[in-house]
């Protein structure tokens, strides 16, 4: 089922995906699947939500399975470290900064101890939590500082492990754009 579910999600057929990831849940619960196994079906199934412009399903599934993981693995673990990226994820697609605030600062010391800081996901956390400091319209000078520097230090690191050319690499760039632009719009006597 979980194949099926995958398969048409991966073609676009969401709302079919959804039906199917709803009941291989449902079945996985009734026949007391691994903890494990139930999350992931979960993570894919809020990620499906997302792509359903269903946001505030998908985040509130994405923040059950990050408390899931933390309780079954610990913070340290790769499943959980993705879990927490997809948590931030949605929490930045509903621009709830404070929360992004709250986790990210925990989550990314632990992808960083657990993947590594040249780690993708690391580097994609590292993203989100700057987005969400320069994109809040009651961030404080030095949370705009803190996103530049973020920025600039994930780039870097993103430049010389992924390429230039990364996805991931040019998200970090035009971000940093806009980071600048935030704080140059905010630092005293830019007026």
């Given at each position: 089922m979980t194949q099926l579910g995958n398969g048409l999600y991966d073609e676009g057929h969401y709302e079919d995906s959804l039906s199917v990831k709803e009941a291989d849940l449902a079945l996985r619960r009734r026949l007391g699947d691994t903890a494990n196994n139930i999350l992931g079906v979960q993570g894919n199934l809020a990620g499906t939500y997302q792509m359903l412009g269903r946001l505030e399903d998908a985040m509130r599934i994405h923040r059950d399975v990050y408390s899931g993981y933390v309780k079954l693995k610990g913070e340290e673990h790769g499943n959980t470290c993705l879990a927490a990226y997809n948590y931030a994820s949605a929490l930045s697609a509903l621009k709830r900064f404070d929360e992004i605030k709250a986790l990210l600062p925990r989550a990314i010391p632990a992808a960083r101890s657990t993947l590594g800081e040249s780690h993708e996901?690391?580097?994609?956390?590292?993203?989100?939590?700057?987005?969400?400091?320069?994109?809040?319209?009651?961030?404080?000078?030095?949370?705009?500082?803190?996103?530049?520097?973020?920025?600039?230090?994930?780039?870097?690191?993103?430049?010389?492990?992924?390429?230039?050319?990364?996805?991931?690499?040019?998200?970090?760039?035009?971000?940093?754009?806009?980071?600048?632009?935030?704080?140059?719009?905010?630092?005293?006597?830019?007026?």
């Open positions: 996901l690391t580097l994609s956390m590292r993203g989100i939590h700057a987005k969400s400091l320069y994109e809040d319209d009651r961030a404080t000078l030095d949370e705009l500082r803190e996103a530049v520097t973020t920025l600039e230090d994930a780039g870097r690191i993103a430049r010389r492990v992924l390429g230039g050319a990364h996805p991931l690499t040019l998200v970090h760039e035009s971000n940093l754009q806009d980071a600048r632009a935030a704080l140059r719009a905010r630092e005293p006597g830019s007026a």
